[in-house]
């Protein structure tokens, strides 16, 4: 069953917050397998090839940096994306420039632009994607897809300068470089469908929200009630568990508008939610019924324990003082009988209320018996 609409954005968040930690770990997996892989070709460099030699323990040494404060939480998941990504971009083409300036013979520069290290611009790619979203993943893409194109062009200039017999390696930089604009295109179209899914998504999750709360107090509306209420007597009906509705109106509202101004009835309103918000448990609904009158609807709770329930919010809003004026509230409360539909338990305890309110206010009646 959906979430009591008051609890909807608190399910939200605690998703995403789930979500989060998954990334977390994530990352942290990839980081490690990463510095794994580094040391390994640092361990078995060929010799003479200064930039493993240095440049890999340095960039293993930044990346265990970087998993100590994904572990640790220290900046904002984005921030260190950007930072992961920066990282892992300098590095890749760094590398690629270090062969093409201080690798011998021409061949060799063809070979490895043929090679490994596509795999590396590749992933960069992909990375970029799945890191930043599809601007960031754009960006990053051209920059990394021109880069390597000016590079291959250079090398195919200077070796039909050369006329060397190596020439015809053209076709292996023109078809890399296909691929590479085709992984460019499939990858920033899967992104945007996936950003678009996720901002229709979350604009129908919030739309959702909104339509079933109350836009001043944050509890949920009428509406609201409403989908819980069926939803519950659905469950009482079929495995006979209580359910108990309890109506509370606000004392003397109409002189506390008058007394002290709308606004101040307004924070007395939104106060009260609060108090009541904190009072009632998580699987429990706290909504604004209408104008001063709210409801709770506690299921599994019989009509005892929703009476002590109630006489403890109602004790607590005595003892409040909302917004610096005195605030008491009547109660009435009944429970719903299997089949004959919420709106009869509703109706009975309405009738309890309009007994409590003719008896006096400040106080809570039950259908079986009163307490004051
Ligand atoms: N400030 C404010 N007032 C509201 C809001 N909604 C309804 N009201 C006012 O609440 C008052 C309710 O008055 P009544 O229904 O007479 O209830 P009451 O004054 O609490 O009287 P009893 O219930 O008999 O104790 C009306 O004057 C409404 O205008 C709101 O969102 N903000």
């Given at each position: 069953?959906?979430?009591?609409?008051?609890?909807?954005?608190?399910?939200?968040?605690?998703?995403?917050?789930?979500?989060?930690?998954?990334?977390?770990?994530?990352?942290?997996?990839?980081?490690?397998?990463?510095?794994?892989?580094?040391?390994?070709?640092?361990?078995?460099?060929?010799?003479?090839?200064?930039?493993?030699?240095?440049?890999?323990?340095?960039?293993?040494?930044?990346?265990?940096?970087?998993?100590?404060?994904?572990?640790?939480?220290?900046?904002?998941?984005?921030?260190?994306?950007?930072?992961?990504?920066?990282?892992?971009?300098?590095?890749?083409?760094?590398?690629?420039?270090?062969?093409?300036?201080?690798s011998?013979?021409?061949?060799?520069?063809?070979?490895?632009?043929?090679?490994?290290?596509?795999?590396?611009?590749?992933?960069?790619?992909?990375?970029?994607?799945?890191?930043?979203?599809?601007?960031?993943?754009?960006i990053i893409?051209?920059?990394?897809?021109?880069?390597?194109?000016?590079?291959?062009?250079?090398?195919?200039?200077g070796?039909?300068?050369?006329?060397?017999?190596?020439?015809?390696?053209?076709?292996?930089?023109?078809?890399?470089?296909?691929?590479?604009?085709?992984?460019?295109?499939?990858?920033?179209?899967?992104?945007?469908?996936?950003?678009?899914?996720?901002?229709?998504?979350?604009?129908?999750?919030?739309?959702?929200?909104?339509?079933?709360?109350?836009?001043?107090?944050?509890?949920?509306?009428?509406?609201?009630?409403?989908?819980?209420?069926?939803?519950?007597?659905a469950?009482?009906?079929?495995?006979?568990?209580?359910?108990?509705?309890?109506?509370?109106?606000?004392?003397?509202?109409?002189s506390?508008?008058?007394?002290?101004?709308?606004?101040?009835?307004?924070?007395?309103?939104?106060?009260?939610?609060?108090?009541?918000?904190?009072?009632?448990?998580?699987?429990?609904?706290?909504?604004?019924?209408?104008?001063?009158?709210?409801?709770?609807?506690?299921?599994?709770?019989?009509?005892?324990?929703?009476?002590?329930?109630?006489?403890?919010?109602?004790?607590?809003?005595?003892?409040?003082?909302?917004?610096?004026?005195?605030?008491t509230?009547?109660?009435?409360?009944?429970?719903?009988?299997?089949?004959?539909?919420?709106?009869?338990?509703?109706?009975?305890?309405?009738?309890?209320?309009?007994?409590?309110?003719a008896?006096?206010?400040?106080?809570?009646?039950?259908?079986?018996?009163?307490?004051?």
């Amino acid at each position: 069953m959906d979430p009591a609409p008051g609890n909807h954005l608190h399910a939200v968040r605690t998703e995403l917050n789930r979500l989060e930690i998954y990334r977390r770990r994530t990352y942290l997996g990839v980081l490690t397998l990463t510095i794994a892989i580094m040391m390994l070709s640092w361990a078995f460099r060929e010799e003479g090839d200064p930039f493993i030699a240095v440049a890999y323990p340095a960039f293993s040494a930044i990346l265990a940096l970087l998993s100590v404060a994904f572990w640790r939480k220290s900046s904002p998941l984005r921030t260190m994306e950007i930072t992961l990504v920066a990282a892992v971009g300098t590095m890749i083409l760094s590398r690629l420039a270090w062969h093409f300036t201080f690798s011998d013979p021409l061949n060799e520069h063809l070979l490895l632009l043929a090679g490994g290290h596509y795999w590396a611009v590749g992933i960069l790619i992909v990375g970029g994607f799945i890191t930043l979203g599809y601007r960031g993943g754009m960006i990053i893409g051209i920059a990394t897809f021109l880069f390597s194109g000016i590079l291959a062009t250079h090398e195919v200039f200077g070796c039909f300068q050369a006329a060397g017999e190596y020439c015809h390696n053209w076709v292996y930089l023109v078809r890399i470089h296909l691929f590479l604009a085709v992984l460019l295109a499939l990858t920033s179209a899967g992104t945007l469908l996936r950003d678009r899914t996720w901002s229709a998504f979350s604009r129908a999750e919030a739309l959702q929200h909104w339509a079933h709360t109350d836009p001043l107090c944050g509890l949920a509306n009428r509406r609201g009630a409403d989908q819980f209420l069926s939803a519950e007597a659905a469950l009482a009906d079929r495995y006979q568990r209580p359910l108990t509705i309890i109506l509370i109106d606000i004392d003397e509202f109409k002189s506390i508008n008058d007394d002290h101004g709308h606004e101040v009835g307004d924070a007395v309103i939104c106060g009260f939610a609060e108090i009541l918000s904190n009072t009632v448990r998580e699987v429990d609904l706290a909504a604004r019924w209408g104008g001063d009158e709210f409801l709770v609807a506690t299921p599994g709770v019989d009509l005892r324990s929703a009476r002590h329930a109630a006489q403890r919010c109602r004790r607590a809003i005595e003892r409040a003082a909302i917004a610096g004026v005195p605030v008491t509230v009547t109660v009435g409360i009944a429970e719903y009988i299997p089949g004959k539909g919420v709106s009869d338990a509703i109706c009975r305890a309405d009738a309890m209320l309009y007994q409590a309110k003719a008896a006096g206010r400040n106080r809570v009646i039950t259908e079986a018996c009163e307490l004051t």
